[in-house]
């Protein structure tokens, strides 16, 4: 099992930035992927942005391209998320989560570990 916190959400501005944490603890070793997710009231849970431990690629949902980057810190076993240029769309809970391999990276459904979620509000 890995349990996974979120960190970082709150409230910003249109054209804000805020850096979500995602500290991961227990067997950490068996999840090589781990991704990040948002659900907004009333929509499915949709991929934000994938990174994997073993390759150190990066992987993101094509709509947030160039305002997303997620990063991580294999010593600290915690994968950030840096979100410049916020806009009122963005808003959602955000949820990290991990799997093991990269198979299927941007499927929800493939993710066994969740976090419990982090709300992000962004004002216009």
């Known amino acids: 099992q890995v349990q996974l916190v979120e960190s970082g959400g709150g409230l910003v501005q249109a054209g804000g930035s805020l850096r979500l944490s995602c500290a991961a603890s227990g067997r950490t070793f068996s999840r090589d992927v781990m991704g990040w997710f948002r659900q907004a009231p009333g929509k499915e849970r949709e991929f934000v942005a994938a990174?994997?431990?073993?390759?150190?690629?990066?992987y993101y949902a094509d709509s947030l391209k160039g305002r997303f980057t997620i990063s991580g810190d294999n010593a600290k076993n915690t994968v950030y998320l840096q979100m410049n240029s916020l806009k009122p769309e963005d808003t959602a809970v955000y949820y990290c989560?991990?799997?093991?391999?990269?198979?299927?990276?941007?499927?929800?459904?493939?993710?066994?570990?969740w976090g419990q979620g982090t709300q992000v509000t962004v004002s216009s």
């Open positions: 989560a991990g799997k093991a391999t990269f198979i299927q990276y941007s499927d929800a459904s493939m993710y066994p570990d």
């Open positions: 990174i994997t431990w073993s390759r150190g690629r990066t």
